[in-house]
């Protein structure tokens, strides 16, 4: 009789127990969360607006497609600010139609790194605001923050077949902060100019740069081994950081009321490239450094993106475009420091020669911004006095669609396709003759630069200040 009363008394107990942690579970299930803390991905947003447009079609012209074609005494037509068609003897009904005989059409040139606006005209100290020179890692700028609209260089630019940019800060840090992609277009505001389907950028550097600035000053990295510890122990960061807003959404989604990480700027913007949202844009001149670079980006599970200047790209042409990588390079620019001492002129050419590569032309200059066909003429001449066999349409993809590639924008803009945004260059002759000029210049259909028209040659505010200054 005892051991059954024992019994009904564990049995008491372990029912209390049960039904006890029951009532706590319906409790914990039912704690009010707090209100769920979301990062604002897009706190600037664009306000840029298509200037007023017409349905046009141009007839008779030679036409590059920015993607390896060249079509003669073709047609091609704009309709509500995208290329609807492109081929021969085209008709529609109420455009606007415009004989291009003996004129070259190409699509709107795209210079993928550009300081207007960060390091304006005039150049002065005050207007010096392309480099956040205070730390190795300042991911946490963003060079929007610093564009004045007003540059005239936007509109030089413009002059020259421009159509699209992308804004970087400096090369002083191993993390420079995020680039902007900019429609060149006159506005009061970088929000006005803003490409609002672009992704960011995140400025990288390698090499001599940030070891003299910060060596120099007695921290790292003053050694390009230097260099690569800074660059692991902010991915480092970046993956935790990355792993614990992950377990709070987690969390949160169980209907668990988790405390959220606390926000760190530095570490939004690499989280962001760690996610895939934000795109590397990488100051690299040598070989072994773009390799150990794509290492890097292996270790930290992001693609390494875009190397810009690769003056040893030639090198490892293959490995880069194994790894798809673009690189953006200047035609002749070399020798004016030690990392940039080894250069061929037929570097672009090397480059492009491999099977799924993505060779660009850059400028990283107010002035050959304005010029950019040039500057693949100047390659284009080059290599074909070394031996390669290109033409007109095969340089004419590293200042559009290899370019738009690189800034993930190829779906919009880089080449003449049905349905792509219409941005279109008119040039007087083949646009890498010395003797070229835009004519007139089409940003999503709407005409923002005609070099007869005074009405479509737009000058910033400040300009018109000094014209009537110096009167």
């Known amino acids: 009789m005892l051991a059954n009363r024992t019994e009904q008394k564990m049995a008491i107990k372990v029912l209390s127990i049960s039904v006890l942690s029951v009532a706590l579970s319906a409790c914990l299930s039912e704690e009010k969360q707090d209100a769920k803390v979301t990062i604002n991905k897009n706190p600037y947003p664009s306000s840029y607006q298509v200037l007023p447009k017409q349905n046009t079609l141009l007839t ?20 509500d600010g995208k290329v609807q068609q492109v081929g021969t003897d085209l008709s529609a009904q109420d455009v606007t139609v415009i ?145 614990a807003w992950e377990k709070y959404e987690s969390d949160y989604n169980a209907g668990k009321n988790p405390e959220a990480p606390k926000r760190d700027l530095e570490l939004d913007t690499l989280m962001g490239v760690l996610d895939g949202e934000i795109l590397i844009h990488n100051h690299c001149y040598k070989a072994e450094e773009m390799a150990v670079m794509i290492d890097l980006s292996k270790e930290f599970n992001y693609h390494a993106g875009t190397f810009h200047h690769g003056v040893e790209a030639y090198k490892i042409a293959d490995l880069l475009a194994e790894n798809g990588n673009c690189v953006a390079m200047w035609p002749d620019w070399w020798g004016f420091k030690m990392e ?94 010395i003797y070229a000029k835009a004519e007139q210049v089409f940003i999503d259909g709407a005409k923002v630069y005609d070099r007869f028209d005074e009405k479509y040659q737009a000058k910033s505010d400040f300009l018109l200040g000094q014209a009537q200054g110096n009167k």
């Open 60 to 79: 008779n012209a030679t036409i590059l497609t920015g993607t390896g074609e060249r079509l003669d005494n073709s047609d091609i037509l704009l309709v």
């Open 99 to 243: 004989d291009m005989q003996g004129k070259w059409i190409t699509p709107g040139i795209i210079d993928v790194h550009s300081h207007l606006g960060v390091y304006p005209s005039p150049q002065v100290d005050s207007h010096s605001d392309g480099n956040e020179m205070t730390a190795p890692n300042t991911s946490e700028v963003w060079a929007e923050h610093s564009i004045w609209p007003q540059d005239p260089g936007f509109q030089t630019a413009r002059a020259g077949g421009v159509t699209s940019l992308q804004i970087l800060p400096g090369s002083a840090n191993l993390f420079g902060g995020r680039g902007v992609t900019l429609r060149n277009v006159p506005s009061h505001t970088m929000q006005g100019m803003k490409f609002a389907e672009a992704p960011y950028g995140l400025k990288m550097a390698c090499g001599e740069n940030p070891k003299r600035v910060y060596g120099s000053r007695k921290v790292l990295p003053s050694t390009r081994m230097g260099n690569v510890a800074g660059y692991r122990s902010a991915w480092i960061a970046a993956t935790e950081y990355k792993r």
């Open 340 to 433: 940039a001492y080894d250069m061929v002129e037929e570097n672009v050419a090397i480059v492009d020669a491999v099977k799924n590569s993505c060779a660009v032309v850059h400028s990283d200059s107010a002035t050959t911004i304005q010029r950019l066909n040039h500057e693949a003429a100047k390659v284009l001449y080059r290599a074909n006095e070394n031996g390669f066999e290109l033409k007109e349409e095969d340089a004419i993809k590293w200042i559009t669609h290899n370019a738009a590639k690189s800034l993930g924008i190829s779906d919009k803009v880089g080449s003449l396709a049905s349905g792509k945004k219409a941005d279109v260059v008119v040039w007087n002759t083949n646009p890498f003759s």
